[in-house]
């Protein structure tokens, strides 16, 4: 059983920047492609971005351009660099794993994760 643990949300002023960071259980974790999705109130969980074992990396388009996801396999860690924050990134962030492999529209469904972290608050001001 993976457990991921997410740090670094927080309150930020419009144009701001933040790390989101999540720490995984499991050494085998450097295998499993990692994403990232939020949730904001009152809307459904949405795709945010993902990293496979590889190195690839792809991006929702409002986030293209001012997100980075990476990895540090001998951390267990995934990261979310966020630049240019605007209002409408507030929501809940969770990071997720899948320890199949996943490929095109597949990416941006969460239930196709099979690990979630509980979830870290990113509140962006204007």
């Known amino acids: 059983q993976v457990q991921l643990v997410e740090s670094g949300g927080g309150l930020v002023q419009a144009g701001g920047s933040l790390r989101l960071s999540c720490t995984a259980s499991a050494r085998t974790f450097s295998s499993y492609i990692k994403g990232w999705f939020r949730q904001a109130p009152g809307k459904e969980r949405e795709f945010v971005a993902i990293?496979?074992?590889?190195?690839?990396?792809y991006y929702a388009d409002s986030v293209k351009g001012r997100f980075t996801i990476s990895r540090d396999n001998a951390k267990n860690t995934v990261s979310l660099q966020m630049n240019s924050l605007k209002p409408e990134d507030t929501a809940v962030y969770y990071c997720?794993?899948?320890?199949?492999?996943?490929?095109?529209?597949?990416?941006?469904?969460?239930?196709?994760?099979?690990?979630w972290g509980q979830g870290t608050q990113v509140t962006v001001s204007s």
């Open positions: 990293s496979w074992s590889g190195g690839s990396t």
């Open positions: 997720a794993a899948s320890s199949r492999y996943l490929s095109g529209s597949n990416c941006n469904v969460d239930r196709n994760y099979d690990y």
